[in-house]
């Protein structure tokens, strides 16, 4: 039986017969002994119903130094012998799972199926499985929700989950949690339980449906080229797209409709003096583009931000013709007002997004540039400074406030393959570079968003999903998992925060759409 493995752990060691294995060294002596002495305390586990494994966190720790030393007999032994010892080696097996698979210690999450092989060799001597309905519930519910997929078959298995006798304790178990509906990560992993469990009472589309909280509403189709952004704010939304349009949709019980549009150039055959009354073309005439390609520019992404004027927002619109176009939008008039221009660069700006505390706009462009517009006051000439970061085209990036009003992170990615983090000094407004990791995708990398102050997920075309790490004491970024997901041609990413438990939703775009599920407790990815 080989160890699960990566690129830092060399875990394909076999397990050894404990029979007829010994441990003369000091270290196994003592450890015997503390053993022994651990043995005369007594055990909480079969009175508490909380199964408190304080008395045996020490033992553990040297289970897992024994086991990062690659000396697996020294920690198969102790193993052995505190299981064989127990009066209740089934809970203890489930108290050392729990407590394993509850840290953020990705090397601790390795020994898990170590431990149920081990346990497998040593339970000859207890052939009958004692387990109280708690802990049957808990495995359910704590320890196959925190487990990984290659895991669960062995933990579904070494528990015997599959047997008559539980199947009803199963059945009722996913029903309360589909009834519940709290928690659409672990409402999707049941379907996986489920096909390992061959139980057919529950079907899975009954399960499908009940984390299937997203109908159809209506298809819009009022944009006459390609769309290349979306963003929502309150009840309203704003699309962008190539003919240099911008659309206002609102949404009203359930009914969307269109309230408001610009585009540089009008269709005047089309869309008559104004299309609609919601054209300001006087605002219009401020553009010095207008009169030359309006036709041919494109707009490439949009941010927007309430105003202070209840009813008016102001949005931040990246074209193909390298200008920055702030708006403003009023929903009483449905009208797009152009209020400033700014550049700064010659090249294709990709996207935007805002730090809406002091109205600043953040936009890539296609040489590599990251640049901060400063629009708090748009009277006069936007401030503004840049810094070159990528080879090449900056395809997207996100940003997080790491000191309140002072210091953001920006963490963003390119055509070049790499990831880039920087700092933004807010009140003396410069850059400074962080980290970097050069073509660490090996192809473009689409899309990046944090997930708090100090870990981000990348993506790229290559299918790879890459979960970072910065280790702000030790300096330096850290790749801490790789994840491939099914679809093909990525072009971007989002993600949606679920609920208080630290988990997410990752959307992935490209060829088809993929929806990926992380618990950033226990650093896990759900497909």
């Not at 050894?16 to 010994?22: A, K, V």
């Not at 006459?224 to 609102?250: E, Y």
């Not at 931040?316 to 176009?325: C, E």
């Not at 473009?444 to 993506?459: K, Y």
Request: glycine residues 4%.
């Amino acid at each position: 039986m080989s160890f699960e493995s990566d690129d830092t752990d060399n875990d394909d060691n076999i397990l050894l017969d404990n029979d007829t294995s010994t441990d003369d060294s000091e270290y196994g002596k003592n450890s015997k002994n503390k053993l022994i002495e651990h043995k005369k305390e007594p055990s909480n586990t079969a009175s508490d119903s909380s199964y408190n494994f304080s008395n045996y966190l020490e033992i553990y720790e040297r289970i897992y130094k024994f086991y990062c030393q690659n000396e697996h007999k020294q920690w198969q032994l102790l193993f052995s012998d505190i299981i064989k010892q127990s009066s209740t080696p089934y809970e203890l097996l489930y108290m050392f799972l729990d407590h394993t698979l509850s840290t953020t210690n990705n090397k601790k999450h390795k020994m898990v199926i170590p431990f149920i092989e081990q346990f497998k060799q040593i339970r000859s001597s207890h052939k009958n499985i004692e387990l109280d309905e708690t802990i049957k519930r808990n495995i359910l519910l704590k320890i196959c929700r925190r487990c990984i997929f290659s895991q669960l078959e062995s933990i579904i298995d070494i528990f015997d989950l599959r047997s008559i006798d539980n199947q009803s304790i199963v059945i009722n178990f996913i029903n309360e949690q589909i009834e519940q509906q709290e928690d659409i990560i672990f409402i999707s992993q049941l379907t996986k339980i489920l096909k390992l469990l061959e139980i057919n009472a529950i079907s899975f589309e009954k399960i499908e449906k009940s984390y299937s909280k997203c109908e159809h509403i209506s298809t819009l189709q009022s944009h006459l080229s390609a769309v290349c952004d979306i963003i929502v704010i309150d009840n309203l939304f704003f699309s962008c797209g190539a003919r240099a349009q911008i659309f206002a949709w609102q949404m009203k019980n359930n009914i969307v409709i269109r309230s408001g549009h610009f585009m540089l150039h009008p269709l005047r055959r089309r869309h008559g003096g104004g299309g609609g009354g919601n054209i300001n073309n006087d605002e219009n005439k401020k553009d010095n583009y207008d009169d030359d390609h309006g036709l041919d520019v494109r707009f490439t992404s949009i941010a927007a931000i309430p105003m202070a004027d209840i009813g008016n927002y102001l949005l931040f619109v990246t074209a193909s013709d390298a200008i920055l176009r702030i708006f403003r939008y009023t929903i009483s008039s449905n009208r797009f007002t152009l209020l400033q221009t700014s550049t700064h660069s010659e090249y294709c700006q990709l996207r935007v997004k805002v730090y809406s505390k002091r109205y600043i706009a953040f936009v890539s462009s296609t040489d590599g540039l990251l640049c901060a517009y400063d629009c708090l006051t748009l009277d006069n000439t936007i401030r503004s400074t840049s810094i070159k970061l990528h080879q090449s085209g900056i395809n997207d990036f996100d940003l997080i406030e790491i000191i309140d009003n002072n210091l953001l992170r920006l963490a963003s990615v390119g055509d070049d393959g790499s990831v880039h983090v920087s700092i933004f000094d807010i009140n003396n407004w410069i850059w400074k570079r962080e980290y970097s990791k050069d073509n660490i995708h090996q192809s473009p990398a689409t899309g990046i968003r944090f997930l708090n102050q100090t870990m981000f997920v990348s993506i790229g075309i290559d299918q790879r999903l890459k979960l970072w790490t910065i280790k702000n004491d030790e300096q330096i970024l850290e790749l801490t998992k790789n994840y491939l997901v099914d679809i093909r041609d990525i072009l971007s990413m989002d993600m949606i925060f679920c609920d208080e438990k630290n988990e997410f939703v990752i959307v992935i775009v490209g060829a088809g759409v993929q929806t990926i599920q992380f618990d950033l407790t226990n650093c896990l990815f759900y497909s």
